[in-house]
């Protein structure tokens, strides 16, 4: 029988990989629904780009929520990097506010993600959290 000490641990654990996955779920959500708050809505290089990105991130994070994966945190990451780089591929920089949005989040997006994947590898590994 495992200890309370290593119990505890291990709940600890599991707690910081989940924070990165319920961060980018409601990062997500925000960037679903983004285009209408910012009015964007109607360009649909911007708006496409937000909805489409914005549900994938939060499908991966809903699975990773239910089951740890490294490879869902690599998604979120690569994904941040599309959407942190999207204003100039799909030419939007000129719009100041899906710009602003696609910026900022994908630049947490790619963060978070980069957490996550310390956070899994050292969940699988079994290694003490950084502090």
């Keep these: ?22 961060l980018t779920l409601i990062l997500a959500v925000w960037l679903f629904i983004s285009p209408w708050i910012l009015r964007f809505s109607g360009t649909p290089n911007p708006a496409w780009d937000a909805w489409i990105v914005g549900v ?5 994070s ?7 994966a490294e490879w869902e945190d690599w998604v979120n990451l690569i994904l941040g990097i599309w959407l942190f780089l999207s204003p100039w591929i799909l030419g939007f920089t000129g719009m100041v506010n899906a710009a602003w949005c696609a910026w900022i989040v994908g630049a947490l997006f790619f963060l978070i993600g980069i957490w ?16």
């Design 56 to 60: 994938v991130v939060a499908v991966v």
């Design 1 to 22: 029988m495992e200890s309370d000490k290593t119990m505890a641990k291990h709940d600890t654990s599991v707690q910081s990989y989940l924070w990165p996955n319920w």
């Design 116 to 131: 996550g994947v310390v956070a899994a590898r050292q969940m699988i590994t079994g290694h003490p959290q950084l502090h």
């Design 62 to 68: 809903i699975v990773a929520l239910a089951q740890m």
